[in-house]
């Protein structure tokens, strides 16, 4: 028989989820795009909400039905393609862009509005002190079910809870006018600002820890894996949601506070302080502080358990070069690391919602192994373009322009529908053929 949760458990789990996608790109793009969106906030957050909440939860829903995370889904690949795919993720996700903006985040927000003089010593020791810890929690995956999902995830919901009674009852002001860019696509510059949370990506291998953490309390049952990895998605899904709605009005009522503002940082640290005094830093602290560190602790504990499935190696010696990774990078500047991932992530993002999209459609599109390749390549080929042009490096317009939503940078969108359709037409012509035959 399988066994059964107790209510407590499966509502701990849903905090343990909710906890890990919420981190620094949560905390910081909303504000930032809902002050550059005001005038059209209604579309920016429907498309911001289909890649930051949408997505991630279907990327739970395929790790569920695949069985595993994101080496599983990319098996439709040629082996050294699926190796390459899955340590470029895990490497994005771990020491090269993800984790480090959680330290640095939390150091920006939780640390140096309270210190006089913040330089490179003290966000060096900052970092230091801050990965240290997510070492040491992400080598103890028995407790992370205990400590981030029933102490840590219910005191960051209440703080953040309290930034949105806030809001209701004592808005910041108006609402601004939007920028050019997001007044002429606010829908797709929203879909693409979800990129930045990165949680599709983080999707695909914070469910492979929430299955080891569930088969830590002897769930064993794939069926009941299946139920509690949807619903632990789904009520991480709306506490996404609801956050990411409270922090776009955030920024779109906070115009009369900032001037030009670099990330979101710069709208949050204000906003904040209006709402709630002095104090609201404090709050602030605390609330990005623990976001950050949860969000950390699940990706460092991710690409060990990774690299030691599939390479062999140690899981504590790759937790440590992680953490190590990470420290080092964070002493980046926050809005120089955001530059640079976002061309990555036009061209591995379209790849990750290729692989979940062929899981999700497997009884529609078929399982056609070279039909799969084709959707993937496709889907890469457009994207990479995409990318391109997000560093402003040269490509051939003069053909790609006649793309829809190429402009907006969602030139790979439609190829790949395109081909998810052949397929589902092949697979259909398939089984008509066999039906005459016998």
């Given at each position: 028989m399988?066994?059964?949760?107790?209510?407590?458990?499966v509502?701990?789990?849903?905090f343990?989820?909710?906890?890990?996608?919420?981190?620094a790109g949560?905390?910081?793009?909303?504000?930032?795009?809902?002050?550059?969106?005001?005038g059209d906030?209604?579309?920016?957050?429907?498309?911001?909400l289909?890649?930051?909440?949408g997505?991630?939860l279907?990327t739970i829903?395929?790790?569920a039905?695949?069985?595993g995370?994101?080496?599983t889904?990319?098996?439709?690949l040629?082996?050294?393609?699926?190796?390459?795919?899955?340590?470029?993720i895990?490497?994005?996700?771990?020491?090269?862009?993800?984790?480090?903006?959680t330290?640095l985040?939390?150091y920006?927000?939780g640390?140096?509005p309270?210190?006089?003089?913040?330089?490179?010593?003290?966000?060096?020791?900052?970092?230091?002190?801050?990965?240290?810890?997510?070492?040491?929690?992400a080598?103890?995956p028995?407790?992370?079910?205990?400590?981030?999902?029933?102490?840590?995830?219910?005191?960051l919901?209440?703080?953040?809870a309290?930034?949105?009674v806030?809001?209701?009852?004592?808005?910041?002001?108006?609402?601004?006018?939007?920028?050019?860019?997001?007044h002429?696509?606010?829908?797709?510059?929203?879909?693409?600002?979800?990129?930045?949370?990165?949680?599709?990506?983080g999707?695909?291998?914070?469910?492979?820890?929430?299955?080891?953490?569930?088969?830590?309390?002897?769930?064993e049952?794939?069926?009941?894996?299946?139920?509690?990895?949807?619903m632990?998605?789904?009520m991480?899904?709306?506490g996404?949601?609801?956050?990411?709605?409270?922090?776009?009005?955030?920024g779109?009522?906070?115009?009369?506070?900032?001037t030009?503002?670099?990330?979101?940082?710069?709208?949050?640290?204000?906003?904040?302080?209006?709402?709630f005094g002095?104090?609201?830093?404090?709050l602030?602290?605390?609330?990005?502080?623990?976001?950050?560190?949860?969000?950390?602790?699940?990706?460092?504990?991710?690409c060990?358990?990774y690299f030691?499935?599939?390479?062999?190696?140690?899981?504590?010696?790759v937790?440590?070069?992680?953490?190590?990774?990470?420290?080092?990078v964070?002493?980046?500047?926050?809005?120089?690391?955001?530059?640079?991932?976002?061309?990555?992530l036009?061209?591995?993002?379209p790849?990750a919602?290729?692989?979940?999209?062929?899981?999700l459609?497997?009884g529609?599109?078929?399982h056609?192994?070279?039909?799969?390749?084709l959707?993937?390549?496709?889907?890469?080929?457009?994207?990479?373009?995409?990318?391109?042009?997000?560093?402003?490096?040269p490509?051939?317009?003069?053909w790609?322009?006649?793309?829809?939503?190429?402009?907006?940078?969602?030139?790979?969108?439609?190829?790949?529908a395109a081909?998810?359709?052949?397929?589902?037409?092949?697979?259909r012509?398939?089984?008509?053929?066999?039906?005459?035959?016998?």
């Amino acid at each position: 028989m399988a066994k059964e949760l107790k209510g407590a458990d499966v509502l701990a789990l849903g905090f343990m989820t909710f906890a890990f996608f919420l981190g620094a790109g949560n905390m910081i793009f909303p504000p930032l795009a809902g002050l550059q969106s005001a005038g059209d906030l209604s579309s920016s957050i429907v498309g911001f909400l289909m890649t930051a909440v949408g997505l991630p939860l279907l990327t739970i829903i395929a790790v569920a039905l695949a069985g595993g995370g994101l080496e599983t889904l990319s098996k439709v690949l040629p082996k050294g393609l699926s190796l390459a795919l899955c340590i470029a993720i895990y490497l994005i996700l771990g020491p090269f862009f993800a984790t480090p903006r959680t330290g640095l985040v939390a150091y920006k927000l939780g640390f140096s509005p309270f210190i006089s003089n913040p330089d490179w010593l003290t966000q060096a020791l900052y970092s230091l002190g801050f990965f240290a810890l997510t070492f040491y929690l992400a080598i103890r995956p028995g407790k992370l079910l205990s400590v981030v999902g029933k102490v840590i995830t219910p005191v960051l919901l209440v703080l953040l809870a309290a930034i949105a009674v806030m809001l209701v009852f004592h808005p910041l002001g108006e609402m601004g006018s939007s920028n050019a860019a997001w007044h002429k696509a606010p829908f797709a510059k929203g879909f693409l600002e979800g990129y930045m949370t990165m949680d599709t990506l983080g999707a695909l291998l914070f469910g492979l820890v929430i299955v080891n953490a569930l088969k830590s309390r002897g769930v064993e049952d794939r069926k009941a894996q299946f139920r509690y990895l949807c619903m632990a998605g789904a009520m991480a899904a709306i506490g996404l949601a609801l956050v990411y709605i409270t922090l776009f009005f955030l920024g779109a009522t906070s115009g009369h506070l900032v001037t030009n503002p670099k990330d979101g940082a710069d709208v949050l640290v204000p906003a904040i302080e209006a709402l709630f005094g002095p104090a609201g830093l404090y709050l602030l602290a605390t609330v990005v502080t623990l976001a950050c560190l949860t969000t950390a602790v699940g990706l460092t504990s991710s690409c060990a358990e990774y690299f030691n499935a599939a390479l062999g190696l140690n899981l504590k010696l790759v937790a440590a070069v992680v953490a190590t990774g990470s420290a080092l990078v964070a002493n980046v500047g926050l809005s120089q690391l955001i530059a640079i991932s976002v061309p990555v992530l036009f061209f591995v993002y379209p790849v990750a919602i290729a692989l979940v999209a062929l899981r999700l459609l497997a009884g529609v599109v078929g399982h056609k192994r070279w039909g799969q390749q084709l959707v993937v390549g496709i889907t890469a080929f457009f994207a990479l373009f995409d990318g391109l042009k997000a560093a402003g490096l040269p490509v051939p317009e003069q053909w790609l322009s006649h793309l829809p939503f190429f402009e907006d940078g969602l030139g790979w969108l439609v190829p790949t529908a395109a081909a998810l359709v052949v397929m589902s037409m092949f697979r259909r012509a398939e089984a008509v053929r066999s039906e005459v035959l016998n």
